[in-house]
């Protein structure tokens, strides 16, 4: 028979992923799945090679093996501090559900929750300028079969700023390619929103949806890999690579950036700043949950700097110093007088 730690961990881990963040707190599927990963990782871990992680107790889960684990995933798994962060997170949100659930490991629960999350390097947020967008698009060879659906692709992710997961889950259903025209974006927390596209983008995303091959029912992908199946994020992440590597030639200034498809929306947000939309329509438009991630692509703009340098007055013009106070003996004079 199990002792009552090994049922308290196991009913535990039960309640969260079967009802506490799947329908009380309603996270999305992708955050789900990173909440299993880390707990499956600290669970094999606390086990160790030989060990059964059926038979660990709460008690196995100290704050020295939790602490050991973080430390095993920067040293020896070569993960970052963001990623260490991350699964401390996971392991947060079990554990302040453990603790009101069983409030025997109650204690144990706020020691871990005490665990504190390392503060990481903020990189400078890397994207395209609007000549190196136009570059890597051209690169797209549209007479092969993959050409028409990478052109497409491409254009729309600069066109609305998308997500990568809301270009992913892209249906039929969600184009209207008539005036006006617009997409229907599933976004991030399962917020919804309608975003405008542009005459020639929906141009080509009629021509991709013409040109598929199969049955074009309205919960069809609108983005295909080769065998039909939806196109992944690591293959978009694998298509922006390709045409950046062959765009290189053309904007040479391409091989300095280190570009993901998310660097494509940050582009879409800088690009909007620099054609004088503000900033709140900037926010609605990319989806955001808050304006203040909207202004960090303020802190971005070079270009917004470099006119704000030309209107600024220089500190100095030219080397030689003004001596006309050594010739003004009336304000000597004042001085001294003092």
């Given at each position: 028979?199990?002792?009552?730690?090994?049922?308290?961990?196991?009913?535990?881990?039960?309640?969260?992923?079967?009802?506490?963040?799947?329908?009380?707190?309603?996270?999305?599927?992708?955050?789900?799945?990173?909440?299993?990963?880390?707990?499956?990782?600290?669970?094999?871990?606390?086990?160790?090679?030989?060990?059964?992680?059926?038979?660990l107790?709460?008690?196995?889960?100290?704050?020295?093996?939790?602490?050991?684990?973080?430390?095993?995933?920067?040293a020896?798994?070569?993960?970052?501090?963001?990623?260490?962060?991350?699964?401390?997170?996971?392991?947060?949100?079990?554990?302040?559900?453990?603790?009101?659930?069983?409030?025997?490991?109650?204690?144990?629960?706020?020691r871990?929750l005490?665990?504190?999350?390392?503060?990481?390097?903020?990189?400078e947020?890397?994207?395209?300028?609007f000549?190196?967008?136009?570059?890597?698009?051209?690169?797209?060879?549209?007479?092969?079969?993959?050409?028409?659906?990478?052109?497409?692709?491409?254009?729309?992710?600069?066109?609305?700023?998308?997500?990568?997961?809301?270009?992913?889950?892209?249906?039929?259903?969600?184009?209207?390619?008539?005036?006006?025209?617009?997409?229907?974006?599933?976004?991030?927390?399962?917020?919804?929103?309608?975003?405008?596209?542009?005459?020639e983008?929906?141009?080509?995303?009629?021509?991709?949806?013409?040109?598929?091959?199969?049955?074009?029912?309205?919960?069809?992908?609108?983005?295909?890999?080769?065998?039909?199946?939806?196109?992944?994020?690591?293959?978009?992440?694998?298509i922006?690579?390709?045409?950046?590597?062959?765009?290189?030639?053309?904007?040479?200034?391409?091989?300095?950036?280190?570009?993901?498809?998310?660097?494509?929306?940050?582009?879409?947000?800088?690009?909007?700043?620099?054609?004088?939309?503000?900033?709140?329509?900037?926010?609605?438009?990319?989806?955001?949950?808050?304006?203040?991630?909207?202004?960090?692509?303020?802190?971005?703009?070079?270009?917004?700097?470099?006119?704000?340098?030309?209107?600024?007055?220089?500190?100095?013009?030219?080397?030689?110093?003004?001596?006309?106070?050594?010739?003004?003996?009336?304000?000597?004079d004042?001085?001294?007088?003092?």
């Amino acid at each position: 028979m199990n002792s009552p730690k090994v049922s308290s961990l196991a009913s535990g881990l039960k309640g969260f992923f079967l009802d506490y963040v799947p329908r009380q707190r309603a996270l999305s599927p992708h955050t789900i799945q990173s909440y299993r990963d880390s707990l499956k990782l600290l669970l094999q871990f606390a086990a160790g090679k030989k060990g059964d992680p059926s038979q660990l107790t709460v008690a196995d889960l100290s704050v020295e093996k939790i602490t050991a684990f973080l430390q095993h995933l920067e040293a020896t798994r070569r993960n970052c501090a963001s990623t260490r962060n991350v699964r401390l997170s996971a392991i947060h949100s079990f554990f302040r559900y453990l603790g009101g659930q069983h409030p025997e490991h109650l204690e144990q629960a706020q020691r871990i929750l005490s665990i504190p999350f390392k503060r990481t390097v903020s990189r400078e947020i890397q994207h395209l300028d609007f000549d190196e967008v136009q570059a890597v698009i051209k690169a797209v060879n549209v007479d092969v079969a993959s050409g028409h659906r990478d052109v497409a692709l491409l254009s729309l992710m600069f066109n609305t700023g998308a997500r990568v997961s809301e270009i992913v889950g892209l249906q039929i259903a969600d184009l209207r390619l008539i005036a006006p025209c617009s997409v229907f974006l599933r976004g991030k927390g399962r917020k919804e929103r309608t975003c405008p596209i542009w005459t020639e983008t929906a141009t080509l995303l009629r021509r991709l949806v013409e040109q598929s091959e199969g049955p074009s029912s309205q919960s069809a992908p609108v983005f295909c890999n080769a065998r039909g199946n939806r196109l992944s994020r690591f293959g978009i992440r694998l298509i922006l690579k390709k045409y950046v590597a062959k765009a290189v030639s053309q904007q040479p200034s391409l091989e300095r950036k280190r570009l993901h498809p998310h660097s494509v929306r940050h582009s879409t947000a800088v690009h909007l700043l620099r054609s004088g939309v503000d900033l709140s329509t900037i926010a609605h438009w990319m989806g955001h949950a808050s304006i203040n991630t909207t202004n960090r692509y303020t802190a971005i703009d070079l270009e917004a700097k470099r006119e704000a340098l030309a209107k600024a007055k220089p500190l100095l013009k030219g080397r030689r110093r003004s001596t006309k106070w050594h010739k003004d003996k009336n304000l000597i004079d004042w001085l001294t007088s003092l």
